[in-house]
Nanobody
Framework: QVELVESGGGVVQTGGSLKLACTAS???????IGWFRQAPGKEREFVAA????????MYADSVKDRFTISTEPNKNTVYLQIDRLVPADTAVYYC?????????????????WGQGTQVTVSS
């Protein structure tokens, strides 16, 4: 069964940076991959998405000046660079394969979620 595996989370101080990775277990065309996050007591929210070839990206307004999504298809990996971290970024970050990604719309495919990677930002 094809899986998505996130990595790169950790504990960082306010103002620091992290680069998260989402790696697919198989060499396949994924269409588009999205990153989501879920903070304690809150619903999971969309963060960013990218087409597998990297030609199209989309960001949540709240993060677009600090988060950068990129892809390295030959490694089956999508990255999320997070700069100038703040405590509000503390959450479990998940990646997902899209069932739809076009016209600024991202619909997650419920069959393809990673296990998540924890990001904790200390003040």
């Amino acid at each position: 069964q094809v899986e998505l595996v996130e990595s790169g989370g950790g504990v960082v101080q306010t103002g620091g940076s992290l680069k998260l990775a989402c790696t697919a277990s198989e060499d396949t065309w994924w269409g588009a991959i999205g990153w989501f996050r879920q903070a304690p007591g809150k619903e999971r929210e969309f963060v960013a998405a990218i087409s597998w070839g990297g030609g199209s990206t989309m960001y949540a307004d709240s993060v677009k000046d600090r988060f950068t999504i990129s892809t390295e298809p030959n490694k089956n990996t999508v990255y999320l660079q997070i700069d100038r971290l703040v405590p509000a970024d503390t959450a479990v970050y998940y990646c997902n394969k899209a069932s739809l990604f076009r016209d600024n719309t991202y619909d997650p495919d419920p069959r393809y979620w990673g296990q998540g990677t924890q990001v904790t930002v200390s003040s």
